[in-house]
C-alpha cells in the first residue's frame, strides 16, 4: 500500500495536466491585509528618545498606526522639595529640572517671586540686562545639544563635536561668573549673585567674533546636506491649527506658522530694549524645526551683542538688607550686616501671602511658574508648566503613519527634556 496522501496521485501528471501545454506564468495572488498591528515598546533605555521615555508603538511591519509616550521613569519630586526650601534655596533645584536650560527655570521663579513681594520695579538695570544677556547664552547652548545630538541620531557625527565646542565656549564664560557650569544658579531673587568678573567681558567679545563662522559650519554641515533633508522634509507635520490646540509653545509652535514669542508679546526684563525677530516657518515639518532653532540661534546672539553694547555699571542686587545679602567686606566692619547676613542664611525672607503665574520664553517654549505664598520663609505651593511636557504630547498624532526611523526623527524634532517632564 502507498503511504502518499489520497488526493495526491501515485505517479505520472497530475489529472487533467497536458505535459506538452506551454505553461504562462501568473501573478501571485494578493493576500488581504488583516490584523497584523505588533506592538513595539521604544525604551525608556532607547538612546534617541533623548531621555528616559517610553514610547509604545503599535506597528504594521515598518508603519506606525498608534503611538503612545509612557512617561514617569525620571519622577525627582522637584516641585515638593522646592517647597521645603528657602525662596532662595529652591533656585537650587528649580534649575535641575529642564537641566540644559537651567537659568530660564531661574528667571521665571525669581520674576515671580519678585512680584509677590513687590520689587519687579528695584531690580537694578545691570541685573536685568546680566539676565538677558544668560539667558539667551542659555538658549544657544540648549540648542547646541539639541542640534548635536539630533545629528547623531540620523547618524552624523561631525555636527555633535562642532555645536559643543561651541556649547563649551559659552558654558567657560557661565562657570567664571557663577562658579557652577551646567546648574549654576546664577540668578537671585533681587537680582544675581555677584557681578561679572574682571575680563569676562573680552571673553564674551572673543564668542561674539567666532559664532558667526562657527554657525556657517554647522549650516553647511546639515542644512543642504541631501540625507538630512530625506529625513526632515515631510516628517511629522504639525498644522498651526494642531499646535495650538494641544498647546504647543516655542520652535514647535513657531515652526508651524504661529509668531507667538513671550519675549515679544509679554515682554519682560530689558527684551523691549532689544531688536530681535522671532524666526517662524509654514511647513510645520521637523525639517522646518530644525530651521527656526538655527535661526533663534542667529538671533540669540544678535540680542546678546545689543545688550554687550547697552551693558551699564551698577548694583546687580536689590538695596533691601530683608532679601539681599549684605557685601563680603560689610560683614567685617558692620554688626548690623552681620545680623543680617546670619538671618538670611539661617532663616531666609518671608514673601507676602498670595499667587502669582510667571512665565519667560525658554528654548523649548514657555516655562511657567504658579506660585502659592502663605507669608512664610518657604513657598506654599510651586506648580511648574514646561514646555517640554506640552509639546512631547503632540508624537501621540504625528507618528501615526510613518515609519519607525521617522519616530527618532520626530522626538528629536520636538526636543524634550525629562528632566521637566517628569519633575
Request: hydrophobic residues 40%.
Amino acid at each position: 500500500m502507498s503511504n502518499l496522501p489520497d488526493w495526491l496521485p501515485a505517479a505520472g501528471n497530475p489529472p487533467g495536466i497536458d505535459p506538452q501545454a506551454v505553461v504562462t506564468p501568473t501573478a501571485p495572488e494578493v493576500i488581504a491585509r488583516g490584523d497584523n498591528e505588533m506592538v513595539l515598546s521604544m525604551g525608556p533605555q532607547h538612546p534617541s528618545t533623548h531621555g528616559v521615555l517610553q514610547v509604545v508603538l503599535g506597528i504594521d511591519g515598518e508603519e506606525v498606526v498608534r503611538a503612545e509616550p509612557e512617561i514617569g521613569y525620571l519622577h525627582t519630586g522637584i516641585e515638593k522639595s522646592a517647597e521645603n526650601l528657602f525662596w532662595n534655596q529652591a533656585l537650587t533645584v528649580i534649575d535641575r529640572m529642564d537641566y540644559l536650560g537651567p537659568l530660564t527655570n531661574n528667571f521665571a521663579f525669581c520674576l515671580g517671586v519678585e512680584r509677590l513681594l513687590g520689587i519687579t520695579d528695584r531690580i537694578p538695570r545691570r541685573a536685568q540686562q546680566l539676565r538677558v544677556l544668560f539667558a539667551e547664552m542659555t538658549r544657544i547652548t540648549s540648542h547646541c545639544i539639541w542640534l548635536g545630538t539630533h545629528a547623531i541620531d540620523l547618524g552624523a557625527i561631525s555636527p555633535f563635536f562642532y555645536a559643543v565646542d561651541l556649547r563649551e565656549n559659552i558654558l567657560d564664560l557661565i562657570e567664571a561668573a557663577s562658579g557652577a557650569r551646567m546648574n549654576p544658579t546664577y540668578l537671585r531673587v533681587g537680582g544675581i549673585n555677584g557681578d561679572l568678573p574682571e575680563g569676562w567681558l573680552e571673553r564674551l567679545d572673543a564668542l561674539i567674533a567666532k559664532f558667526p563662522a562657527r554657525m556657517r559650519e554647522l549650516r553647511d554641515l546639515l542644512q543642504t546636506n541631501p540625507i538630512w533633508t530625506d529625513r526632515e522634509i515631510d516628517v511629522g507635520v504639525i498644522s498651526a491649527e494642531d499646535a495650538v490646540a494641544w498647546s504647543l509653545t516655542g520652535p514647535a509652535l513657531r515652526a508651524s506658522g504661529v509668531a507667538y514669542d513671550l519675549r515679544k508679546a509679554y515682554p519682560y526684563s530689558t527684551y523691549d530694549e532689544y531688536e530681535f525677530d522671532v524666526p517662524t516657518r509654514t511647513e510645520g515639518d521637523s525639517y522646518a524645526r530644525f530651521l527656526v532653532r538655527l535661526d533663534e540661534m542667529e538671533e540669540a546672539m544678535r540680542i546678546i551683542r545689543q545688550v554687550r553694547k547697552k551693558l551699564e555699571p551698577g548694583a546687580v542686587m536689590v538695596d533691601d538688607p530683608s532679601i539681599a545679602l549684605p557685601p563680603k567686606p560689610a560683614i567685617a566692619l558692620s554688626m548690623e550686616s552681620l545680623i543680617h547676613h546670619f538671618k538670611l542664611v539661617s532663616e531666609g525672607f518671608r514673601v507676602p501671602a498670595g499667587d502669582v503665574y510667571s512665565a519667560v520664553e525658554g528654548p523649548r517654549g514657555e516655562v511657567g511658574y504658579y506660585i502659592v505664598s502663605n507669608g512664610d520663609n518657604r513657598p506654599w505651593r510651586v506648580r511648574t508648566r514646561p514646555a517640554s511636557f506640552y509639546n512631547l504630547q503632540a508624537i501621540k498624532k504625528i507618528a501615526t503613519g510613518n515609519l519607525i526611523a521617522d519616530v527618532v526623527v520626530m522626538l528629536g524634532s520636538l526636543d524634550p527634556v525629562f528632566g521637566e517632564v517628569d519633575r
